[in-house]
């Protein structure tokens, strides 16, 4: 009877939709045993019923061919569901901005909608958990800053303009509760601490993140920001 009742509910999506088996569950199922419908719907892949994507993670197959993941804009909408649950990082970030042109196809994505311990390689995405809040825009911005600090030097034709601005930008919205609360939910590099001190400091922002450091430790910090802000 409950397989009959999941197929029911599964006819009952459009072509390509997503299916999170937590929220699945409990939305819909929870007259069952949460492990029954674990079970049941890793049946219905097995039978070709549904695709699987990750843990956790099925979709309902276009023309019942599970071999076609759901198209890539519907995959970043799920990850990301228009920055409220997730959001993109790496080269596709950098190039959003203006500050570096690239021909890669990959994204990169962090996001608090499914919960997994290491990355997953899905269709053009790189999926990574890290469970903030997405919908502040300072969190935003922060974590942005961040992982700018990490990679920016990979680019010597990065644009400094662009650069600056979204360095300037970001001192302006700055908050150091958040960014201790990005800090719990993802762990940066001392380096890229200390590069975010200077940056503040640049830009006459308060901040306590000599705390943080060791004041016995010589940070490397990037060229290109050193060349945007004219250290």
């Not at 790189?126 to 990490?150: G, H, P, S």
């Not at 010597?156 to 600056?164: D, K, T, Y």
């Amino acid at each position: 009877m409950y397989t009959r009742d999941i197929k029911q509910w599964i006819f009952s999506l459009k072509e390509e939709e997503l299916i999170l088996v937590k929220q699945a569950y409990e939305k819909n199922f929870t007259g069952m045993k949460e492990a029954t419908f674990y079970q049941l719907l890793a049946r219905l892949n097995e039978e070709k019923v549904i695709g699987k994507i990750a843990k956790g993670l099925y979709f309902k197959p276009k023309n019942n061919d599970v071999t076609i993941l759901p198209s890539f804009e519907k995959l970043l909408n799920f990850f990301t569901n228009k920055n409220k649950n997730g959001m993109i990082v790496g080269e596709k970030m950098l190039e959003s901005y203006g500050i570096i042109t690239t021909d890669s196809n990959q994204y990169k994505v962090y996001t608090n909608v499914i919960e997994i311990k290491t990355k997953r390689f899905i269709s053009n995405l790189v999926i990574e958990n890290v469970d903030v809040d997405y919908k502040n825009d300072v969190v935003r911005k922060t974590i942005e800053v961040l992982e700018l600090i990490e990679i920016i030097d990979n680019y010597p034709n990065a644009n400094i303009e662009a650069l600056e601005k979204v360095l300037k930008e970001f001192s302006e919205l700055f908050k150091e509760d958040i960014l201790f609360k990005v800090l719990m939910a993802k762990t940066y590099k001392k380096r890229n601490i200390a590069a975010l001190k200077i940056i503040l400091d640049h830009y006459n922002v308060a901040n306590n993140l000599s705390r943080q450091l060791n004041t016995a430790s010589k940070y490397s910090f990037p060229k290109k920001i050193e060349e945007a802000l004219k250290l």
